[in-house]
T-cell receptor, first 117, second 111 residues
Framework: DADVTQTPRNRITKTGKRIMLECSQTKGHDRMYWYRQDPGLGLRLIYYSFDVKDINKGEISDGYSVSRQAQAKFSLSLESAIPNQTALYFCATSDFSGSRGNQETQYFGPGTRLLVL | ELKVEQNPLFLSMQEGKNYTIYCNYSTTSDRLYWYRQDPGKSLESLFV?????AVKQEGRLMASLDTKARLSTLHTTAAVHDLSATYFC???????????FGQGTILTVHP
């Protein structure tokens, strides 16, 4: 079974709709992240959470919100979806407390492909 | 603000040839990561480089880090078709955990 799972894997929605993307992990990591990927732009950080009570904005947080329901779950919401939020969204995790020195590799989920019409 | 630039962005090579992808970054960092992404798939960690002069090798891939030049390279010797993928470098900032990614290099290896 995958260590980092995302649901749904694909989603089509209309402008103005509220949607939620979910991420769960069984790696026992304390840190979780949401990124979006657009062609030619690499991955850009939307939000990150270092533990359940520590949530921070990333590079491109406008139009998004998050919830860390438990150490293993981190959800991303689009309150009112717009077409330029069409992208591939990735959740990632890392283990700060248990990492060797400062290695802290991030491990990525399979991605959610979102299309906003 | 940390900026990360990769070049080239597109690389088309014949099997058996060598190639290098370059990753330049704008501010001091002691953590650099290389990832691979196959079409329609997630990102897979390849290398973690944590110190100046660090060199790591796995199969036909070798990564190095020069923190003074703020440059990392990903080198392949005798490319094979299996290496066709998009390769990303990512640089750690002052806050542990946060990474800034390069644009990605799309590598295509032709028979």
């Amino acid at each position: 079974d995958a260590d980092v799972t995302q649901t749904p894997r694909n989603r089509i929605t209309k402008t103005g709709k509220r949607i939620m993307l979910e991420c769960s992990q069984t790696k026992g990591h304390d840190r979780m992240y949401w990124y979006r990927q657009d062609p030619g732009l690499g991955l850009r950080l939307i939000y990150y959470s270092f533990d359940v009570k520590d949530i921070n904005k990333g590079e491109i947080s406008d139009g998004y919100s998050v919830s860390r329901q438990a150490q293993a779950k981190f959800s991303l919401s689009l309150e009112s979806a717009i077409p330029n939020q069409t992208a591939l969204y990735f959740c990632a995790t890392s283990d700060f407390s248990g990492s060797r020195g400062n290695q802290e590799t991030q491990y990525f989920g399979p991605g959610t492909r979102l299309l906003v019409l | 603000e940390l900026k990360v630039e990769q070049n080239p962005l597109f690389l088309s090579m014949q099997e058996g040839k060598n190639y290098t992808i370059y990753c330049n970054y704008s501010t001091t960092s002691d953590r650099l990561y290389w990832y691979r992404q196959d079409p329609g798939k997630s990102l897979e960690s390849l290398f973690v480089l944590l110190s100046n002069g660090a060199v790591k090798q796995e199969g036909r891939l070798m990564a190095s880090l020069d923190t003074k030049a703020r440059l990392s390279t990903l080198h392949t010797t005798a490319a094979v078709h299996d290496l066709s993928a998009t390769y990303f470098c990512a640089v750690g900032g002052t806050s542990y955990g946060k990474l800034t990614f390069g644009q990605g290099t799309i590598l295509t290896v032709h028979p």
